[in-house]
């Protein structure tokens, strides 16, 4: 094979390398953004059927076992609003 062909051969193989990367990166952001979306769209659901027992059963608070997130509380138990009154008090 002539040193020109071989080197033609080079960048073609380049090229294609370079489109394979391309192809896998697309495939991967897209397969991300899917699995993004379906989580949102489980997290909404979960949401409103923990909602609805918590307040059935007259729940404070329910927290989650496997990573610790707390997914309702009551709002009586929000305290928000006093801590930002007694940090006004202490830092005007």
């Known amino acids: 094979m002539s040193p020109d062909a071989k080197e033609s051969k080079q960048k073609d193989f380049e090229k294609k390398q370079r489109d394979y ?3 896998v990166q697309y495939v991967r952001e897209d397969m991300q953004k899917a699995e993004n979306d379906a989580r949102i ?6 949401s409103g059927v923990v909602d609805t027992i918590a307040k059935d059963k007259k ?3 329910i927290a989650e076992k496997s990573n610790g ?3 309702f509380v009551s709002k009586a138990l929000d ?3 006093e801590v930002i009154t007694e940090l ?3 830092k005007p």
Request: proline share 0%; net charge neutral.
């Open 41 to 46: 769209a489980i997290l909404r659901v979960l």
């Open 79 to 81: 305290i928000t609003d």
């Open 21 to 23: 990367s391309y192809s």
């Open 59 to 61: 729940y404070d608070m």
């Open 69 to 71: 997130g707390i997914l």
């Open 88 to 90: 006004n008090k202490v």
